[in-house]
């Protein structure tokens, strides 16, 4: 009998004094109303982006639809805040209990804040998106990338001062990281500015067709921070540093308005003064008179020297369309003109020839 009762006062005493000086009653209480929150987590999280969409629907523009999708993180994680918030508002803590439980409902609730803010940057990029004549899209991009790791980053400050933790030491400590790493990785921080100045100098864009002197030519798929991807006209895909881009000539040549035709004409040496001219005179004609050529950026077809196996005709101007497609088609329609305008005056293209004379003795 005695042996019961010391069993039962024992059972009493850890029922009443519990953990922390919370007894097991409220403990059972607290985590019961912290299941139900979470049981109910999903419908209350449905219920409020249910009301946010509907209120959503109202408008015709994709910022708010955006926002709503943002938020179903920080919906579905506040009735975790609550749940706890609310269980341990019903348990009697000893001081430094109720301390600990404060700590962790503020930290709760930070986190909560942050992922909100966190979130709420993603729809600022539709704003942002009206600023296309100074910023690019890849650079806005940037900018969004950037805003999220400062926003995690306070968050993670906020949380770590509120449990005692001097984040002043951590940065300093990290500011000498930072000036090892900048030693150690020149190129890292070389290839990143240079990114930030093709975006920001708008040099060119993704799916734009670019020439890199004597690096790469091909169509833009990614700028990064560090590297551009390209992928060339063979299908295979290069990744790129970003100094290249400052340290050699960039060609963007989607942006060409007017794709230049240069060649020489070679005719052979018995081509006469007469013939010369006729054929000179009418290739100036047809490139002047073709819709395929923008004759105010200038055309010039002249008898340009005096070479080894043949007299040279040079013949320099510019199509009007803007692609690759069509300035071969242009090519190869003055190309047959050229051909046709020789062969009617009678005369003949030269190829390299040599003429060898047998001195008799």
């Known amino acids: 009998m005695e042996l019961i009762d010391n069993f039962s006062d024992i059972f009493l005493s850890v029922w009443n004094k519990g953990i922390l000086g919370v007894d097991i ?5 607290g985590v019961g109303i912290f299941l139900i929150f979470l049981i109910f987590r999903g419908i209350i999280s449905k219920l409020i982006i249910k009301k ?56 709760l609730i930070t986190i909560l804040i942050f992922w909100v ?39 993670l400050a906020a949380v770590l001062e509120l449990w005692g933790i001097k984040i002043g030491p951590i940065i ?26 093709v975006l920001v100098e708008k040099r060119f864009k993704i799916g734009d067709w670019i020439s890199v002197d004597g690096v790469i030519e091909g169509i833009v798929e990614k700028i990064g921070f560090r590297s551009t991807t390209i992928r060339k006209f063979d299908k295979s895909l290069a990744i790129i540093p970003n100094f290249q881009f400052a340290e050699n000539a960039v060609v963007n040549v989607s ?51 005096f070479s080894d196996s043949s007299i040279d005709m040079y013949v320099r101007c510019f199509t009007k369309g803007d692609s690759w497609n069509n300035w071969l088609s242009v090519k190869e329609r003055l190309a047959i003109k050229i051909k046709e305008i020789v062969e009617g005056n009678k005369a003949s293209f030269a190829f390299p020839s040599q003429s060898i004379y047998v001195e008799k003795k």
């Open 25 to 29: 009653f409220q403990i059972l209480i």
């Open 52 to 107: 946010l969409e509907l209120i959503s629907k109202r408008t015709t523009n994709k910022l708010d639809d955006t926002f709503v999708k943002s938020m179903v993180g920080p919906a579905r994680f506040l009735p975790i805040v609550l749940g706890f918030f609310i269980a341990s508002y019903y348990m009697t803590f000893s001081s430094e209990g109720r301390e600990i439980v404060d700590t962790i409902n503020r930290t």
């Open 117 to 155: 803010i966190h979130q709420i940057i993603e729809p600022i990029s539709y704003i942002l998106s009206g600023l296309d004549q100074i910023l690019t899209r890849e650079l806005i991009g940037w900018i969004i990338k950037s805003l999220k790791i400062l926003i995690f980053i306070l968050g």
């Open 172 to 197: 300093a400590g990290l500011g000498l990281f930072g000036v090892a790493v900048a030693l150690g990785a020149q190129d890292l921080f070389k290839n990143l500015i240079s990114g930030i100045l």
């Open 255 to 305: 942006e060409t308005s007017n794709w230049l035709i240069s060649w020489n004409i070679t005719l052979q040496y018995d081509t006469t003064v007469e013939q010369l001219k006729i054929i000179r005179d009418e290739i100036e004609k047809y490139i002047i008179s073709s819709e395929d050529f923008d004759a105010k950026v200038g055309v010039a077809v002249r008898v340009d020297k």
